[in-house]
T-cell receptor
Framework: GAVVSQHPSWVICKSGTSVKIECRSL??????MFWYRQFPKQSLMLMAT?????????EQGVEKDKFLINHASLTLSTLTVTSAHPEDSSFYIC????????????FGPGTRLTVL | GQNIDQPTEMTATEGAIVQINCTYQ??????LFWYQQHAGEAPTFLSY??LDGLEEKGRFSSFLSRSKGYSYLLLKELQMKDSASYLC??????????WGAGTKLIIKP
């Protein structure tokens, strides 16, 4: 099956620092990668959609200068949370899809970010 | 606007059957997905429906009626490990997934 990995699985950082999260599709080429945020006891919230080699499309209310997304290859996308604050503490999940028509998304295991 | 509705929480008994409903209003339709998410974990794929009817996969079945904008996920022979949130997601005309808020299913012995 299609496997997506995320690294790190959890991270604790100080307020004001930046954190980079990697998302990799291990056994397939991901045409599109998605970044989600999930607060406790809430549903997934799509942050942005990225296609390899092009700029990410951010959802309304998501600051693109704060959440930097790079999708440099068909197997790797990164999310950098810049100048993190305690309110950015959340569960960040990436997913990847192989094509456009059948949009099954394969999810990474998620990254738990805690900002002190 | 686009909208996916599903119950917030349901409770069922181990060994029983439960049906989780999902209704949707979206800009176009290119398929409906059900995902399972255990607390603290990422969602995992359960089923995909694009044509009307019932898709059966072991203890889980998913039904779709496009004319009614309605789907349900049916879980049989419930086990304690089925306690999780179940997410309904619809792929719209732009192939974007629109997510429901999820239904938290609590299984009691």
């Amino acid at each position: 099956g299609a496997v997506v990995s995320q690294h790190p699985s959890w991270v604790i950082c100080k307020s004001g620092t930046s954190v980079k999260i990697e998302c990799r599709s291990l056994d397939f080429q991901a045409t599109t990668m998605f970044w989600y945020r999930q607060f406790p006891k809430q549903s997934l919230m799509l942050m942005a959609t990225s296609n390899e080699g092009s700029k990410a499309t951010y959802e309304q209310g998501v600051e693109k200068d704060k959440f930097l997304i790079n999708h440099a290859s068909l197997t790797l996308s990164t999310l950098t949370v810049t100048s993190a604050h305690p309110e950015d503490s959340s569960f960040y999940i990436c997913s990847a899809s192989q094509g456009r028509d059948y949009n099954e998304q394969f999810f990474g295991p998620g990254t738990r970010l805690t900002v002190l | 606007g686009q909208n996916i509705d599903q119950p917030t929480e349901m409770t069922a008994t181990e060994g029983a059957i439960v049906q989780i409903n999902c209704t949707y209003q979206t800009s176009g339709f290119n398929g409906l997905f059900w995902y399972q998410q255990h607390a603290g974990e990422a969602p995992t794929f359960l089923s995909y429906n694009v044509l009307d009817g019932l898709e059966e996969k072991g203890r889980f079945s998913s039904f779709l009626s496009r004319s009614k904008g309605y789907s349900y996920l049916l879980l049989k022979e419930l086990q304690m490990k089925d306690s999780a949130s179940y997410l309904c997601a619809v792929q719209d005309s732009n192939y974007q997934l629109i997510w429901g808020a999820g239904t938290k299913l609590i299984i009691k012995p």
